[in-house]
């Protein structure tokens, strides 16, 4: 999700905060490890899920540990790896205690249970559809007849999804957590904080459903499978609310099989419907939306951020993170 930005992000966030909120102890480290195991986790159970052969331009943790013979052992290793970092974080905070601690811990349990959450609301409403070979004719008869079985591919459930899935342990998580590191105190920083985090990680998978099917390979390191797998994504929502009757009839025909002319048949609806110029036009728009939410609760100014009555953000961190996103290729 976050694949190609991690670097960038953490090239600013220590700095930018440093010099916003004071001085910060190497437990802005420790969390930004945590962090990072976390997301790999995160990141190794969406992979199968979603049946996806490669991350980051690599072949996917799980299809490796598949081709080695261990089945889906992946499952545990996320698992493994998730519990490994919690059980870190504890540690180092029962050793060198944090004001915050607890508020810290509590906050990386609510994003991974809200991610959890997410996953499953992308899965029940993707309808995941994989045909059974029967004497060459599919036993899911339904998913190519009735054209229902797309009533919840609307812009409102995709928003839904990038909001558990994706908004709040990517972006939320990171940045709130440290703010508690900071020790800010003002629950008005920290609500309007989240609603600025939480419009970015939806232009995030926005962003990310374009790529899937639009991007370059080479450039995402990862091949898209969202139409193959009956993805509820901004494109089908936004492609069957401009479809004509027949342009829907070729998406419910299609949409969620993985024979390659069907993919294809999908794909060429997109363009009929001009999907990348209505996605030009959402980037821009979206961006402008975030840019004046973020203005109209941050300033510029150098203030006491951390205090009680602080009703102001810094406006320098948040326009960052969106600056990194723009118009981004992977």
Known sequence: MLAGLTSDFDAYFEDVLTSLYGSLSCDLDLVKSHFTRIQAAFLIHDDIIDDSPMRRGKVS????????????????????????????????????????????LKLFCDCANYTCIGQALDILTSDQMRPVDSGGVSLCTRLTSNGDRLRDATVSRSTSIAKWKTSYYSFVLPVVAGMLLADVKS???????EKILLKIGEYFQVQDDFLDVFGDEKVTGKVGTDIQEGKCSWLIATALDKASSEQRDVLCRNYGLKDPGCVNAVRDIFYELDLPILYSVYEDQARKDIFETIESVSTDKTEDFTGPAATKLPRQLFAEILNILCHREK
Request: aromatic share 8%; net charge neutral; glycine share 10%.
């Open 61 to 104: 943790w799980g299809l490796l540990q598949q081709r080695e013979g261990h089945g889906l052992i992946g499952i545990n290793d996320g698992l493994h790896l998730y519990m490994s970092a919690q059980q870190l974080l504890m540690a180092s905070f029962k050793s060198r205690p944090h004001p915050r601690s607890l508020e810290i």
């Open 187 to 193: 629950d008005v920083l920290f609500s309007n904080a």
